[in-house]
């Protein structure tokens, strides 16, 4: 294979105070990010002034866990956040360029909303929206919706197959020129141009039209996170870019090879679709510098978050009994996430690792790649699994908030821009225009081809 | 009764290209309204220089009526708009001190989702947040939600009952100070702040707490636009703001006493609901000038736009095969709507209207109060009902966007200023500081009455 060339894409993951586990605490972390708008402008727009291809929010519709005593203690909880569509599009008024993707989950929202909220944001932004489609892993959000369990795996993505069908055809009930405005003749719209979807499927029966005209992306753009294999199943048969979690370059060269290679059977290309890895960089001038940024915000790591958060990654076993610097006690196997469970353990276990040794090593990046070091040694990083084909980008999750993203544009930046791995200007007007094609309408689409047979 | 003093309360009910049913065909009407964000950041800016307490949205999810050369020929069927509360959202970030007023249904949406997005926006605005809380009438709607007809009038009402109680406990999730933040000790919130709702209901189970944190008026204010005996009494028991819809004044003095009157059964107190009839004023600066614009918009009505409205109004009968400038024929009496069907007829009998002069009647204020004349005339119509008790200020349905409400700004309210019925600054930082007073939340009461008995 030739030497991999081309540009990488960026997203700026925005987590309220930071990614970091403990990011609220740190001195320079705004700590009442969740609500603070402000806070967000200043993000949005460093972000766009520094190229990056798009923002990311992530979302949850419900706090997540029961154990007060952790919650009251981290931030990371969703429970003093601003919802992302309506954030989303009030940032829309303060920037121009850069792409605004949202996540919002197919269990508990209905196709008809959220083609219409993202096409009205894409209306709004000039053509900047991109859906983070998710079906939502959380117990908690179902408690919230009329719910006593959440839908199983297995309906989620079955759901979501549908869910993401349906609103791909709203976002097409009007062709792109449908709209005659012609004051004179009084023809507000040209009813051949309008497309009725009438859906009626196992989960949603949907009329349609959508009522918000055609957006200027054609259609807003769709993410998705999903890694399960259903999540690759419908990724590779919806989505134009993937967020993803691999913590090594050999996980995530395997992912790229498996996720890409699904695409030729829906009829599409592998540029149709870019893998955008999540990473958190911690970069220092000097490689100690950036170690001691690091380990400043391990410190700042409640003991009793790291406990539950073990916790929750061994079972649900509750390890507060036993002493921090001794270690891993023997565990009893529960049914909650096998292979995390194991994984975990296997990990203290080979390393020898004591209980805070353990909290610090899983609970800082929250399961997500983390690289500390200076610009160059990240770039190195970035650079290696781009070229191997483990990534078309990155979603660059900053350790704390607004400091690391600075960080990230004032010191990482100019060394990629330097190796010719990131744009100086952005290539186009929308979101769309640097990622893909704008997609036709399938109407038209039809038409056109029914005039060429 | 002595006569009545204070000022008037004033929204901007901003309908895309206007609110006369010809509006878009106007010269100098917006034709591309619905979409076009740039002119909604002129009028919410026109709307804020000249102090009005809010901006105001209507909403459906879904176009209205199957009649495709009747939806073709006018912009007043929610074809091609963008969705309120992205839209308030986004003029949120390019505003300061208005209002922010948006309608969403209880019919086809979760409580869970409406009271988050209100939250948020009230925080994005800096407490500026309104939700004018409908049912829905239409039965295209229920379409695009898996159904196949629309609930009926009394479960709509029952449902929208609940609904509006459990956002109304959702928004006391969290009490004003439960966010601690404290960098030092750990402690982001305090546990003993946060409320779970558990509400198990005949149409809603929703745990809760919500996941934003209690928004800058504590709760955002809550709007009603229904005018039904249910509406009138869900009103009554829930809401802060009334727009109705009232042709004369002696309608607007019964409907505000009557809805007035309902306050004290649930402990509330007659200025806690502001009543807000909607109208749509014509000026000019003298009578002749007011009068021709309103007859060329009238000349802009296409009379199929005309028989198709007159043809909803009285049943379904189709008018198209009869003279326009002949008698209204004999209809036969049908289901739909009586009320309004022997209201629109025996108009045109008792006036012996022709089919034209009859659609032009009905058609151009779309069942509004229409005031046409010079800035005093209309000045002394608002004075007049709002003296008597017939309203305690209107929802200003500009006719052209935005044309009449430049109008509106630069004659009438001089004139009402002049008579000291409009203020010349905003009195508080919120919408509510406008209004009314900041509610309490519950579970502190409950608190401070605890301590104090």
Redesign the interface.
């Known amino acids: 294979m030739a030497k991999r060339t081309g540009q990488l894409r960026l997203g700026a993951f925005l987590y309220p105070a930071g990614h970091h586990i403990a990011a ?4 320079d ?1 705004q ?2 990010a ?2 603070n ?1 402000k806070h967000y ?1 200043q993000l949005a727009q460093a972000a766009q002034a520094a190229k990056f291809d798009l923002l990311f929010l992530a979302d ?4 997540r866990g029961d154990n ?2 952790f ?5 990371h909880s ?6 992302p ?3 989303l ?6 920037t121009e360029n850069i792409g605004l993707v949202g996540t919002a989950s197919t269990s ?3 196709p ?2 959220i083609a ?2 993202f ?3 894409d ?2 932004s ?1 053509g900047r929206a991109g859906w983070n489609l998710v079906t939502s892993s959380n117990e ?1 959000e179902a ?6 369990k959440h839908f199983d795996h297995g309906e989620r993505y079955e759901r979501a197959t549908e869910f993401a069908e349906v609103v791909d055809r709203l976002w097409d009930s ?1 062709e792109d020129d449908a ?1 005659l ?1 012609d ?1 004179e003749q ?6 051949a141009k ?1 497309h009725v979807l009438d859906h009626k499927g196992r989960f ?6 959508l ?3 055609r957006s200027p992306q054609g259609q807003p753009v769709v993410v998705q996170a999903g890694s399960s294999e259903a999540g690759r199943a419908l990724a590779a048969r919806t989505a134009e870019v993937i967020f993803t979690a691999q913590q090594t370059h050999r996980d995530a060269i395997d992912f790229y090879a498996d996720v890409k290679g699904r695409l030729d059977q829906y009829g599409r290309h592998p540029d149709d679709l870019k893998i955008m890895p999540g990473v958190m960089p911690i970069v220092g001038r000097t490689e100690s510098e950036a170690r001691e940024k690091f380990e400043h915000l391990q410190s ?1 790591i ?1 003991p009793a ?1 790291g406990l539950a958060l073990v916790s929750g990654l061994t079972g649900g076993f509750d390890l507060s009994a036993y002493p921090l610097d001794g270690p891993i006690p023997e565990l009893p196997e529960t049914n909650a996430s096998k292979s995390r469970q194991l994984l975990t353990l296997e990990l203290a276990r080979r390393e020898n690792l004591t209980i805070r040794q353990l909290y610090l090593r899983v609970a800082g990046a929250r399961g997500h790649w983390q690289v500390v070091g200076t610009p160059e040694q990240i770039a190195d990083q970035l650079e290696e699994r781009f070229v191997q084909y483990g990534a078309d980008g990155y979603n660059i999750m900053p350790a704390v908030l607004p400091g690391s993203l600075t960080d990230f544009i004032e010191l990482v930046l100019p060394e990629l821009r330097r190796r010719g791995l990131f744009r100086t200007e952005y290539e186009g007007a929308t979101l769309r225009a640097n990622l893909g094609p704008r997609p036709v309408n399938r109407y038209a689409a039809q038409k056109a081809g029914a005039v060429a047979a």
Chains 1, 2 share one sequence.
């Open positions: 609220w605490r740190h001195p972390a700590a009442d969740g609500i708008f402008v949850g519709v419900g706090t007060l005593d919650l009251s203690r981290t931030a969703y429970i003093a956040q601003f919802e569509i309506t954030l599009s009030a940032l829309a008024a303060v508990f929202n209905e008809y909303h219409r909220k096409a009205s944001l209306h709004i000039g908690h408690k919230n919706f009329n719910r006593d009007w709209f405005r004051k009084g023809r507000f719209f040209n009813p309008r949603f029966q949907v009329k349609g039209p009522n918000v005209a700042l409640d978050v």
